[in-house]
Each structure stands twice: as structure tokens, then as C-alpha cells.
T-cell receptor, first 114, second 113 residues
Framework: DGGITQSPKYLFRKEGQNVTLSCEQNLNHDAMYWYRQDPGQGLRLIYY???????QKGDIAEGYSVSREKKESFPLTVTSAQKNPTAFYLC?????????????FGEGSWLTVV | GENVEQHPSTLSVQEGDSAVIKCTYSDSASNYFPWYKQELGKRPQLIIDIRSNVGEKKDQRIAVTLNKTAKHFSLHITETQPEDSAVYFC????????????FGTGTQLKVEL
């Protein structure tokens, strides 16, 4: 778990601004994921990436964008098109693409719109 | 896509009692079922998982059971302790398809002294 670093821990966004959440892992994991957590709704998948330079939309991708230029990095941009971005954002990673290996989470980033 | 339902949403037990949390899933192709524990403001941490080729798995005071026919799986915690108080999430996925976990909505477990 300690090999997944998210930053910043807390972020405040003004209306109309784009913000980027960083996720870095040194576990040599192939797959990376972004989840959003709201109270009482569990975790919902935003985007995921199985290999470098490839990513797919999850269940709630609208208003978000990602990139995967390096294996260890999977930043998430929350755009102004995301109308209700206040939430706890969790990045995760997994070792192999086509197995049931464990998904590990980073410590999360709290985003608040002010 | 997969849909996971989790019950109850809150559970209060006395210290030393057992706690059971139940989940159902909709996609019969799902074959990997992890359980995560999340303390307030912290990351979810894997506590136990089960694959579809087994019906039960134990790890000390924690066990998980799986009924593939009924598409049910459950978390059992015995001899509960105050430090077991947290939110517990079940999840399901089909391995080989990106391992996109679909989570239940969580159970707030409170262990009272």
C-alpha cells in the first residue's frame, strides 16, 4: 500500500477551474484506477488504464480526463464540466492485467469546490 | 454491467459477538470477490478475498463464504473487538477484463463495549 502516492491530500477548487490530482506508484504495477467516493455510495470507477498510453472510461467518466504517459503515473484532471466534484478521490493499482491480483489503494485526495 | 448490493448499511454489535455482512452480485461471470475495510478518512484496505473456485475462506477471526448459484457472498467476523469498527465494502469483478472492481455501498460496523 505504501507504494502508491497521491497528492495533494486536500485541494480546493473554485468554480470553473480545472484541477489535477497526482497518482504515482513504485510497485511496477501494470494497471491503475481512479475511484470517486461519496458518502453512502461506495466507490465508483472513473477511469482505468491497463498499460501505458491506453485507458478506458469507467462508470462516471464525464467531466474527468486522464493520461498514462508513464507506467508509474496516472494523473486525473477534474474539469469544469464536472458539476459536482466535491468528493474523496482514490487512486489504485494492480500488478497484472489478466489475473485476480489484489488492487491496492493510495491514501486518497479530498477535493472541495469553494 | 455488474451490480453489487450490500446489506445492512449499518450494523451495531456488542464486543465479542459476531457480525455478518451480506452482498449479492448480478453478473454470473464475476469470479473474484474482495472485502475492504475503511477507517474514517483513510484508504480502503483489503482484509480478505475469495475466488469463485472455492466456497469459503478463513483468516483468523474473519471468514468469507460464497454461493455462486445464488450469487451471494458474505463476510463473517467473530469475537468482534472495538478496532473492528469501520466501514466494510464488498466488491466483485471478472478477472481478465481489466479487473474493474464494482463495489457495494458499504456497511458501517460499530462494535460497542
Amino acid at each position: 500500500d505504501g507504494g502508491i502516492t497521491q497528492s495533494p491530500k486536500y485541494l480546493f477548487r473554485k468554480e470553473g477551474q480545472n484541477v489535477t490530482l497526482s497518482c504515482e506508484q513504485n510497485l511496477n504495477h501494470d494497471a491503475m484506477y481512479w475511484y470517486r467516493q461519496d458518502p453512502g455510495q461506495g466507490l465508483r470507477l472513473i477511469y482505468y488504464s491497463q498499460i501505458v498510453n491506453d485507458f478506458q472510461k469507467g462508470d462516471i467518466a464525464e467531466g474527468y480526463s486522464v493520461s498514462r504517459e508513464k507506467k508509474e503515473s496516472f494523473p486525473l484532471t477534474v474539469t469544469s464540466a464536472q458539476k459536482n466534484p466535491t468528493a474523496f478521490y482514490l487512486c489504485a493499482s494492480r500488478l497484472r492485467r489478466n489475473s485476480g491480483n489484489t488492487i491496492y489503494f493510495g491514501e486518497g485526495s479530498w477535493l472541495t469546490v469553494v | 454491467g455488474e451490480n453489487v448490493e450490500q446489506h445492512p448499511s449499518t450494523l451495531s454489535v456488542q464486543e465479542g459477538d459476531s457480525a455478518v455482512i451480506k452482498c449479492t452480485y448480478s453478473d454470473s461471470a464475476s469470479n473474484y470477490f474482495p472485502w475492504y475495510k475503511q477507517e474514517l478518512g483513510k484508504r480502503p484496505q483489503l482484509i480478505i478475498d475469495i475466488r469463485s473456485n472455492v466456497g469459503e475462506k478463513k483468516d483468523q477471526r474473519i471468514a468469507v463464504t460464497l454461493n455462486k448459484t445464488a450469487k451471494h457472498f458474505s463476510l463473517h467476523i467473530t469475537e468482534t473487538q472495538p478496532e473492528d469498527s469501520a466501514v466494510y465494502f464488498c466488491a466483485a469483478t471478472v478477472t481478465g477484463g481489466g479487473n474493474k472492481l464494482t463495489f457495494g455501498t458499504g456497511t458501517q460496523l460499530k462494535v460497542e463495549l
